[in-house]
């Protein structure tokens, strides 16, 4: 994070009113319990205030878990029917953040939000300037709830290999209906209309969460489990943000807009390995300088492998 975030205030290069650092300070679950160099919170608020020391942050804010507040978001963005199913729920399956993600929209100071998640890379062309281009589209175009800059550097054929389809809009964007969390630029008042979003649960939750003793839930549980064949929390666990907005954007009017330019556009590192994150400095600047590997053009994914003569030379 002390390479990736400079890198995107530095690739962006705008004129913020604020640039924010959110920290989710909820005890792991799900996968990330066992994730690999996790850190500790000690670790974390060393590097958070490193950023803030170096002037590429302006503050941290830390996910206030405000069961009041819980409920008003949720009632926002799931509507009154479906939030007081999600109270227990602010995280989905395996412990990613669902709550968090509006959390961060709803206290934004400006009309609009931008969000990368800490692993992302960009690149964007010198006096190019992407979030106005984004700010444009949107006023301009009623349909598009979310922008982001071009997945992946821009193949010769202005081809795009992503595992969602999407439509080239003559207009100068990408639509896709499926809404991507890593990295997203949206109008907060434009988002809020897609309320309600559906929820989906990964985990139905369970009829034996009303036995009156852990112990009787705990044996509900197992045999519940065994007759559906699936095993699951008494509570239920609900879906990733990302499947639940794609669900809201395939059946409405609204869409994602990938920019169609190449003078910006994002790699997302899919696996974190030492190799990796040795690597890190050079490839920041080696995206920054624009410059890639043919291999690598068109997909969103980092390719670490193709880099390797770049890397090395």
């Not at 444009?136 to 349909?143: A, H, M, N, T």
């Not at 081809?159 to 639509?175: H, L």
């Not at 309320?195 to 003793?213: E, V």
Request: charged share 25%.
């Amino acid at each position: 994070m002390l390479e990736t975030i400079p890198h995107q205030i530095r690739a962006c290069n705008y004129p913020f009113v604020e640039r924010v650092l959110a920290m989710d300070t909820a005890p792991l679950t799900g996968d990330k319990v066992k994730r690999y160099n996790t850190g500790s919170q000690e670790e974390l608020d060393q590097a958070c205030q490193k950023l803030i020391d170096y002037g590429w942050i302006d503050r941290i804010v830390k996910i206030d878990y405000d069961p009041k507040l819980i409920k008003q978001i949720y009632t926002k963005y799931f509507g009154p029917e479906q939030a007081p199913q999600m109270l227990d729920h602010t995280h989905n399956w395996k412990g990613s953040t669902v709550y968090a993600s509006l959390y961060c929209i709803e206290q934004a100071k400006s009309d609009y939000y931008l969000h990368f998640d800490a692993d992302m890379m960009l690149y964007q062309k010198p006096g190019n300037d992407w979030i106005s281009d984004a700010i444009k589209l949107q006023d301009s175009v009623p349909e598009i709830a979310t922008v982001r800059p071009r997945c992946g550097p821009p193949h010769p054929e202005n081809k795009g290999f992503q595992p969602n389809p999407y439509e080239v809009d003559p207009r100068g964007f990408w639509a896709h209906k499926f809404f991507s969390m890593r990295a997203y630029f949206v109008s907060r008042e434009r988002f809020a209309e897609l309320s309600p979003i559906p929820l989906s649960w990964y985990h139905p939750p369970l009829a034996s969460r009303y036995l009156p003793t852990r112990f009787l839930q705990r044996v509900g549980r197992k045999i519940e489990n065994k007759i559906r064949g699936k095993n699951g929390p008494v509570k239920g666990a609900i879906a990733s943000f990302e499947p639940m907005t794609s669900e809201r954007l395939r059946n409405s009017k609204y869409v994602r807009a990938d920019l169609d330019s190449m003078d910006a556009w994002t790699i997302h590192p899919a696996n974190h390995s030492p190799e990796f994150i040795n690597s890190l400095p050079r490839l920041i600047k080696l995206i920054e300088n624009g410059e890639f590997p043919d291999d690598q053009a068109g997909y969103y994914d980092l390719k670490l492998d193709v880099w390797q003569d770049m890397l090395n030379g």
